[in-house]
Structures are given as structure tokens and as C-alpha cells.
């Protein structure tokens, strides 16, 4: 079974940077695809970014420039680094992951979910 665990949210002011982290547990594929999505109060989850099982990234147009997705295969982690947040990325941040994705940053492509760390950005 997989299990995901995020971490590394919290709250900052408007121009600061967070990393999450999403620690895995119970792969039984290395090629897993893994992606971040969030969810603000009143809105629906969203892609944030995905790394796909053949090594491509992609994110969402909100976030390109700002937001970089990583793994690291030993650790089996997968980390999401925010850069210059702004008050809109205020959301639940979510790590999934499943052994294929036909579309990266669709939420119901993934089986495997964490239960989501909080970020809070102030202006």
C-alpha cells in the first residue's frame, strides 16, 4: 500500500518562500507520477505541479516561474519549493501519486492521496 505524508506548510508573508515536503511509503513501482494540487475555501482542488513517471514536468500557469516539483528517489520524497507567494496561494496543499496519469494535473487521475498541510500567505 502507498501511504503519503506532507509537510513544511505554514504561514508567511506575501514575497517569501515555503518548501513541502511529501514523504511516500509502500511504492512498489519507481515510476510513479506524483503531483501537488490545493484547495482553497469555496473552490474546487486544482493542479499545482506533477512530475510524470518519464521525467517531465509540468505546472500550472498560476504558479510557472515561482513553483518548482522534485523528487528524490532515495528518500522516495517528493518536494514542492514555492517561491514569491502571493496572498492567492493561500490554500491546503495536497501531494498525490499513482502509477500512471493520462493528464497530469487532473485531480481524479491519482489513487494515492496525503491528508494536506496548510499555507497561508499574508500581505
Known amino acids: 500500500q502507498v501511504q503519503l505524508v506532507e509537510s513544511g506548510g505554514g504561514s508567511v508573508q506575501a514575497g517569501g518562500s515555503l518548501r513541502l515536503s511529501c514523504a511516500a511509503s509502500g511504492y512498489t513501482y519507481s515510476n510513479y507520477c506524483m503531483a501537488w494540487f490545493r484547495q482553497a475555501p469555496g473552490k474546487t482542488r486544482e493542479g499545482v505541479a506533477a512530475?510524470?513517471?518519464?521525467?517531465?514536468?509540468t505546472y500550472a500557469d498560476s504558479v510557472k516561474g515561482r513553483f518548482t516539483i522534485s523528487k528524490d528517489n532515495a528518500k522516495n520524497t517528493s518536494y514542492l519549493q514555492m517561491r514569491s507567494l502571493k496572498p492567492e496561494d493561500t490554500a491546503m496543499y495536497y501531494c498525490?501519486?499513482?502509477?500512471?496519469?493520462?493528464?497530469?494535473?487532473?485531480?481524479?487521475?491519482?489513487?494515492?492521496w496525503g491528508q494536506g498541510t496548510q499555507v497561508t500567505v499574508s500581505s
Open positions: 498525490a501519486a499513482d502509477v500512471w496519469t493520462e493528464e497530469p494535473l487532473a485531480p481524479r487521475d491519482y489513487m494515492y
Open positions: 512530475s510524470v513517471s518519464d521525467g517531465s514536468t
